[in-house]
């Protein structure tokens, strides 16, 4: 299953901030190099993360962007409700406009079966494996989110 652009980039940006100190700020151009997130895009992701209240933002010489709630407190389909991505309950893989269960396409038990897994999947996962996976990994940590030179 494919997210949206905006969808990814909000993802990525909190997954950056996740591995920020929680009494640090970083700045957006150092959000949008570490998230590979395009600055213009970053902008507007970052509007709908703070209104959502997954994410702060402060202004000025010192300020920039921080998470507002501890990773393990942010789920990703809180991330994807803020981004407005959401599974069409009744769309149909072929296409079809009455594909149900009571008249289905060809895919629609195993596409059903996806949008359920996946459903689960974001409302169990959070940002605190974003922290984990990191720490396991130190040699990866911060580095391995920027681009090669």
């Not at 901030?17 to 949008?32: F, N, Q, R, V, Y």
């Not at 190099?33 to 507007?44: G, N, Q």
């Not at 289905?104 to 169990?124: I, N, T, V």
Request: aromatic share 6%; glycine share 6%.
């Amino acid at each position: 299953m494919l997210l949206t652009p905006r969808a990814e980039y909000a993802l990525r940006a909190l997954a950056v901030l996740a591995l920020e100190p929680s009494d640090g700020w970083l700045p957006a151009k150092d959000l949008a190099e570490r998230a590979h997130v395009p600055p213009a895009f970053l902008s507007k992701v970052m509007r709908r993360l703070v209104l959502a209240d997954l994410a702060r933002a402060q202004k000025g010489h010192g300020g920039g962007f921080q998470l507002a709630r501890a990773p393990q407190r942010i789920r990703v389909c809180d991330v994807l409700a803020a981004m407005d991505f959401e599974l069409i309950a009744d769309h149909c893989a072929f296409g079809w406009q009455k594909c149900n269960e009571a008249r289905p396409c060809p895919l629609h038990g195993m596409y059903s079966l996806l949008k359920a897994d996946f459903r689960q999947w974001a409302e169990r996962s959070t940002l605190a494996v974003v922290e984990v996976n990191a720490l396991s990994k130190p040699q990866r940590g911060k580095r391995a989110l920027r681009k090669p030179r």
